[in-house]
C-alpha cells in the first residue's frame, strides 16, 4: 500500500507509556527522517488516513518514540497500532550527484554492458563496507537471484527516467 508522492517510512508497533507516545519501526536509515514540527501521513489497515505533526521524537531500543499532536493518552494512542507511516517525498534531504535513495534503486531493471537483462533490484543489504542488491530474474532458473555490490568499479550507470542499471559483473559473479 502506498500513495503518489510520499514515501513508506515505518509502522506503528505499538504505544509506549500512558501519554500516547507510540513506538515505530522505521525503515528510514536514518532517525532525522523524523523531525518535530514535520507532518507525516498514517494509513491504516483499513485504508483510513490521517495527517498528524510530530512532537517529539526520541529514540528507544531499536525503535523510534514519537509524541503526535492531538495523541494525548494510550487510549487514544492504541488504535494507531499497524498502521503505516509517511511522509512526502519533496521533504528529504537533498543528496550528492550519483547517489540515490534506495526507493529509487528498488525497481531498477538491470543489465550487462552487453544488453543482457539480468533482473530487477528487489531489495539491499547493508554490509561493513558497501551496499549489496539483490536482483531477482524469475525467467532465469539458473541465475534467479544476483547479489551485485554497490561498487562505481561494477555499477556503471543508473537512469532513473528510464528504470535501468548497466553493470560490468566481476568474474565469477
Do not use: C, Q
Amino acid at each position: 500500500m502506498g500513495k503518489e508522492g510520499f514515501l513508506l517510512i515505518g509502522k506503528i508497533v505499538g504505544v509506549h507509556g500512558v501519554r500516547g507516545n507510540v513506538k515505530v519501526y522505521s525503515y528510514a536509515e536514518s532517525i532525522s527522517t523524523f523531525k518535530a514540527g514535520s507532518s507525516i501521513l498514517l494509513i491504516d489497515s483499513e485504508g483510513f488516513e490521517k495527517n498528524f505533526v510530530i512532537e517529539s521524537v526520541k529514540p528507544h531500543k531499536n525503535i523510534i518514540l514519537l509524541s503526535l499532536n492531538g495523541i494525548y493518552s494510550r487510549a487514544l494512542a492504541l488504535p494507531l497500532t499497524g498502521a503505516k507511516v509517511f511522509t512526502e517525498k519533496f521533504k528529504l534531504p537533498e543528496i550528492d550527484e550519483n547517489e540515490y535513495y534506495w526507493f529509487d534503486i528498488i525497481g531498477l531493471s538491470v543489465f550487462t554492458l552487453k544488453g543482457e537483462f539480468l533482473g530487477i533490484v528487489e531489495s539491499i543489504m547493508t554490509t561493513g563496507s558497501n551496499d549489496v542488491y539483490v536482483v531477482k530474474n524469475s525467467d532465469n532458473l539458473e541465475k534467479s537471484e544476483l547479489l551485485i555490490p554497490a561498487l562505481e568499479s561494477v555499477v556503471l550507470k543508473i537512469n532513473l527516467e528510464h528504470k535501468k542499471m548497466i553493470v560490468d559483473l566481476p568474474e565469477g559473479l
